[in-house]
T-cell receptor, first 111, second 114 residues
Framework: KQEVTQIPAALSVPEGENLVLNCSFTDSAIYNLQWFRQDPGKGLTSLLL?????REQTSGRLNASLDKSSGRSTLYIAASQPGDSATYLCAVLYNNNDMRFGAGTRLTVKP | DTGVSQNPRHKITKRGQNVTFRCDPISEHNRLYWYRQTLGQGPEFLTY????????KSRLLSDRFSAERPKGSFSTLEIQRTEQGDSAMYLCASSLYGSNTEAFFGQGTRLTVV
């Protein structure tokens, strides 16, 4: 069964902290893994895409890693800001072209 | 191109009515996905198109749900005889075929069944 799990479900940190969000998946036969951001009542905004052959991707203060063999990905956010408050979702595109999501981590960054 | 477009943004309907949502993907994208999302949950896969072919359907997609993508362009998702449990955000995403392409999402259609 192709399951995606995100831990923690919710996280609250003071502004300026570095933080790590976790994503795990049960089937290593993947094409890629994508991290998204979702603001309340809105659609999903793509943050980073990691192909199955890659180990990490960086965009600004965001760094995502992928360990396909262990079925894990992390999203690292440096120097967090209140504007980073949102729900972060990871999605795995499996080799059967099925894209599955975790339930998300709801992040609150307090000023 | 302004990205993936979904219409309407909001829909309120009475139980038992039929509703139809539309998704216009990014023009050159040949993959199109439909998801359903309820409060506090991640998006749940409903169905997937490669061009005009519907390649996979989730068991969530009961016989009251149908999706089409004529000519491999826009897609519609229809729910017949709506139930209160159908109330959710319906999200559409598109991407190019291939392992190194990003999926892009629309803003979603929020359905409320009263």
């Amino acid at each position: 069964k192709q399951e995606v799990t995100q831990i923690p479900a919710a996280l609250s940190v003071p502004e300026g902290e570095n933080l790590v969000l976790n994503c795990s998946f049960t089937d290593s036969a993947i094409y890629n893994l994508q991290w998204f951001r979702q603001d309340p009542g809105k659609g999903l905004t793509s943050l980073l895409l990691i192909q199955s052959s890659q180990r990490e991707q960086t965009s600004g203060r965001l760094n995502a890693s992928l360990d396909k063999s262990s079925g894990r990905s992390t999203l690292y956010i440096a120097a967090s800001q209140p504007g980073d408050s949102a729900t972060y979702l990871c999605a795995v595109l499996y080799n059967n072209n099925d894209m599955r999501f975790g339930a998300g981590t709801r992040l609150t960054v307090k000023p | 191109d302004t990205g993936v477009s979904q219409n309407p943004r909001h829909k309120i309907t009475k139980r038992g009515q039929n509703v139809t949502f539309r998704c216009d993907p990014i023009s050159e994208h040949n993959r199109l996905y439909w998801y359903r999302q309820t409060l506090g949950q991640g998006p749940e896969f409903l169905t997937y198109f490669q061009n005009e072919a519907q390649l996979e359907k989730s068991r969530l997609l009961s016989d009251r749900f149908s999706a089409e993508r004529p000519k491999g362009s826009f897609s519609t998702l229809e729910i017949q005889r709506t139930e209160q449990g159908d109330s959710a955000m319906y999200l559409c995403a598109s991407s190019l075929y291939g392992s190194n392409t990003e999926a892009f999402f629309g803003q979603g259609t929020r359905l409320t069944v009263v």
